[in-house]
């Protein structure tokens, strides 16, 4: 029923703007002209992962291994998550004490290889957003992965990537359209 009437929602916008635009209009170029509305319904997650700022994220409650947990994640079409910003780190410590009734050490995928000062994104995203606690990352024992939710400041830690821990993964989210 929510299909049909989605559907039916998109027709009409469809129509509206093709009567808009007339017959000698312009051919529209992607992602040109595309209103808020348009953007809300034709862009999702799939069951079970929750959308924000155009990308899917999914707690993942098993505690694994860092490396366990970012295979799991490939699995499902994405890697452990990224953060852009202390909004969308606030928002993914959110959807996950909404799952879990607390504020569990996760694992997010951060983790540093070749030396202990470069870290990097397993997504390949740029790594310039942190929220490391205080004195971290500090390396000890070979703590090369990051898990968030440290501490009574629920922030970073350097850990043993052999260490287990629940992890959040990360995807885009998709075309309803079928892109």
């Known amino acids: 029923m929510k299909l049909l009437m989605l559907c039916a929602l998109l027709c009409v916008l469809a129509l509206t703007r093709a009567a808009k635009k007339g017959a000698d209009a312009r051919l529209q170029q992607p992602d ?41 994640c490939q699995a499902m079409g994405g890697h ?28 997010i995928g ?16 740029k790594f310039t957003f942190t929220f490391w606690c205080k004195g971290e990352p500090n390396n000890q024992n070979s703590q090369h992965c990051v898990q968030m939710n440290f501490s009574d400041n629920k922030c970073w830690d350097d850990y043993q990537c052999d260490g287990q821990r629940s992890s959040v993964c990360v995807k885009g989210s998709k075309f309803l359209g079928g892109k």
């Open 110 to 125: 951060a983790s540093t290889r070749k030396t202990d000062t470069d870290w990097l994104w397993s997504d390949g995203t």
């Open 32 to 72: 040109e002209d595309v209103s808020l509305l348009e953007k809300r319904f034709l862009w999702w997650c799939p069951t079970g992962w929750t959308k924000y700022s155009g990308r899917c994220f999914h707690f993942v409650p098993r505690t694994l291994t860092w490396a366990e947990a970012e295979k799991n």
């Open 80 to 107: 452990l998550a990224s953060m852009r910003n202390k909004e969308e780190y606030f928002w993914v410590q959110h959807m996950i004490a909404t799952q879990t009734n607390s504020y569990p050490a996760t694992w």
